[in-house]
């Protein structure tokens, strides 16, 4: 056992592991950002797939901004987000009534059938049907796995904790990125073997599952006081953990006295502030670009000039920067704070977005390439973009929700949370590339107004919660806010 000391926790061996096992969910939806883009501009699958896309695409004077609008060629993206809203509310019904742990396998076992049956498919409604049961894995994963993470990280260090889940999604990102260029090389089936290869990680999460324990705070929410005692005590490493155990017991006492619903319960003041901030910084992360660029970055690649492979090669190089910037964020989340990081995202994404805009527009006619320069120049943009939300709205727009509604909102409130990136990641996913044909370059100005207004958000109505503990909230945080402290 390891013996690092931390107030009154140590962090273990088993604890670490809990964390690392669980945060597997978060790879499996990172993988899947940076798969299907990779996947969708494999000629061997749009041959098979979409080969009206393919044609066009050979098309001698083709238009780069609108060579793969295809509205059932976006749906193979933005189905499994659309499952994946939906499930998020089964799964927060799941993670309340049958606990984190069980939650999480069962998001592993939708995770492999997916894999499998995507690998396989022969026809569109084999794939997109793979996609969805994928999309399930996801919604329960993303419901289940940061409120693990965050209910049984210590309170110093829960924010580096929290941001496994994204620095996961990060690596899952990355080796779909370098699955993608080599299977992009073997002809027919290495968009086959791109998609299979989601089963791996799925069944070592299916594993973890078994190996990991339920939150002392899911233990005691459905009646098991000793156990959650004796899990506490394991996952802290030490023996003195009744002053931790008898906040856990006090926030669950007052969530057993609310009689109403938990929708209800949403709009008490006590909610209001996390539902609202919880759900927009899921819209804002989208509307941040990011996943338009993770999604699709081959294509987009390819409709700045780049051939097939170097296109994927790039894509390969911002995963790199997308991992090590993540670890950025855990390093300085709980020594900074959530604000401060967030902010400065939001200006260097600005400068980032604005300065992309601006050469493709001046720079990439629709039948014309960038030179080596300006398309050098692009990817370093695309990089410093990338490595700003990676240590900020990427993380963190997980992190704030997770730990900032109260108990008895907590699992309902943030799968409003979760649905809501599902849906605004489904929306980009569906609509991106006829927005790219439609608006051309201007569409990184479109993202830039978006941007400025997050940082807006933020200043004004984003309190600081590094540091406080998570049934402390209300009285620390919301009543103390000069905006939120009207509601009380």
Not at 196 to 215: C, H, K, M, Q
Not at 398 to 405: D, G, K, R, V, Y
């Amino acid at each position: 056992m390891l013996n690092v000391r931390m107030n009154n926790s140590k962090i273990t061996v088993y604890v670490v592991s809990c964390w690392i096992f669980a945060a597997f969910g978060g790879l499996m939806f990172g993988y899947d950002i940076g798969i299907s883009g990779g996947v969708s501009a494999m000629d061997d699958f749009l041959i098979k797939f979409f080969p009206h896309v393919y044609q066009t695409k050979l098309h001698a004077k083709e238009n780069n901004y609108c060579k793969y609008d295809n509205w059932l060629l976006q749906l193979f993206t933005s189905s499994l987000y659309i499952s994946a809203l939906f499930a998020s509310f089964f799964a927060s019904k799941a993670a309340t009534k049958l606990g984190r742990k069980i939650t999480i396998l069962t998001a592993s076992i939708f995770f492999i059938v997916g894999a499998v049956l995507s690998a396989v498919a022969e026809n569109k409604l084999m794939l997109i049907f793979g996609r969805i049961l994928f999309g399930v894995g996801v919604g329960f994963g993303n419901e289940t796995v940061p409120l693990f993470l965050t209910e049984v990280a210590p309170i110093q260090h829960r924010g580096a904790v929290n941001i496994m889940f994204q620095l996961f999604v990060t690596i899952g990102i990355f080796i779909a990125n370098l699955v993608n260029y080599g299977t992009s090389m073997i002809h027919p089936y290495g968009w086959r073997m791109s998609l299979g290869f989601a089963a791996i990680p799925a069944v070592i999460l299916f594993i973890g599952s078994f190996v990991i324990t339920d939150t002392p705070t899911s233990l005691v929410e459905r009646g098991n006081e000793e156990q959650g005692k004796s899990t506490l005590v394991k996952i802290r490493g030490v023996s003195d953990v009744e002053a931790e155990y008898k906040e856990i017991i006090a926030a669950c006492e007052q969530a057993k006295q609310v009689k109403q619903l938990s929708l209800k319960n949403l709009l008490k003041p006590a909610s209001i502030p996390p539902l609202v901030i919880g759900v927009l910084l899921q819209v804002f992360q989208q509307f941040t670009g990011i996943n338009a660029i993770m999604f699709y970055a081959p294509v987009l690649f390819q409709t700045m000039g780049f051939k097939a492979n170097a296109s994927l090669l790039s894509s390969v190089i911002t995963g790199i920067v997308n991992v090590g910037s993540t670890f950025v964020s855990i390093y300085l989340v709980d020594k900074v704070g959530r604000r401060k990081l967030l902010l400065q995202a939001c200006c260097q994404m600005l400068i980032s977005q604005l300065a992309i805009g601006t050469i493709l527009v001046t720079s990439l006619s629709e039948t014309g390439t960038l030179n080596r320069t300006l398309a050098a120049i692009v990817v370093f943009l695309v990089c410093t973009y990338v490595m700003s939300f990676s240590w900020s709205w990427g993380p963190l727009g997980w992190l704030i929700p997770s730990e900032t509604f109260p108990l008895e909102t907590r699992t309902t409130g943030f799968a409003f949370a979760v649905s809501t990136n599902m849906l605004f990641t489904s929306i980009i996913a569906q609509l991106f590339l006829t927005m790219l044909c439609t608006m051309k370059a201007y569409i990184f100005f479109f993202f830039s107004g978006w941007i400025v207004v997050m940082g807006l958000f933020v200043f004004f109505f984003l309190p600081e919660t590094k540091g406080v503990p998570i049934d402390s909230m209300v009285e620390r945080v919301w009543m103390q806010h000069p905006i939120w402290k009207r509601l009380f």
